[in-house]
């Protein structure tokens, strides 16, 4: 495992550090404006006393922290792939480089010791494919990590996603709300049980899960999308959306990619606008939460 210095030097000295995704980057936004928002992402990390470690394999190696000609090649590397957990020792063996997701994110993230990981949206329980479920989902049942996010991915099956959240007794926090969000949109439909006000007070929910002995798996903090995408909007892209990535056949971990990229080229740039607020705003709040542990 590598760090970056800066990610070397926050260690060294106790800094607070976020981790970030980089499947997001390489296959979640297009380019160019896809190393844009990394770079100021990692921005928002810094001016807030904090430092990034955006978690990528370059070349094999796995890297805690990327050097800016590095994000560069995860942006802008067409043989850059998608990995998740279970594709992390093949790509050690075979030399590539590789973008991450929240699966993968969370488990060098943890391996590193890093507690606090912010992203867009989580994988789920895809809609109409019910065996096909994220990989992020076993992963958040196994590491105690906490997790930005603003819900899951609207592509999904949000119902399907919060059982199995349920199932894996994944804690889910509303922050600042009382409804699970949609990721693209505000409010995805459903109640949340559970809401909080500050990055405290996940800070103590974080410390009395360690002494309880229930943090073992993760926590999902999720941030509702201040200005959200038209639903009306949203609804017909995503049944477009969804109708052609059956029709075409486009499966495993092509999927996600699909989708998302069909909202980019659909909504004429408002799907990327609201993806690209996300981030950052999921990004502000887990530099705050890293900062209160
Ligand atoms: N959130 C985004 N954009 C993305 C993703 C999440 O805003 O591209 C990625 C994450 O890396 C997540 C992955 O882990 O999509 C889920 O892919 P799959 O459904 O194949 O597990
Ligand atoms: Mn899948």
Known sequence: MKFSREVEAAKA???????LESTIISHGLPRPRNLEVALEVEE???????VPATIALIDGHIHVGLEPDELNRIANDDSVVKASTRDLAII???GQSAATTVAATSHIAHLAGISVFATGGLGGVHRGHVYDESADLIALAELPIIIVCAG??????VAGT??????????VLGYRTNRFPGFYLTDSGFALEHRVESATEIAEIWKNRFELRTNDRAIVVTNPVEKEM????HDQILQAGLAAADA?????????PFLLEHFHSSSSGESLRVNIDIIKSNTALATEIALAL
Request: proline residues 4%; hydrophobic residues 40%; without cysteine.
């Open 13 to 19: 000295s106790g800094t607070a550090i976020v981790a």
């Open 44 to 50: 928002i990390v810094r001016s807030k006393g904090a």
């Open 92 to 94: 050690e063996m075979t």
């Open 152 to 157: 899951v991915k609207s592509i999904l099956d």
């Open 162 to 171: 919060l059982e199995r959240l349920e199932t894996y007794s994944i804690p």
């Open 230 to 233: 038209d639903p009306i909007l």
């Open 248 to 256: 075409k056949k486009i499966t495993g971990k092509a999927v996600t």
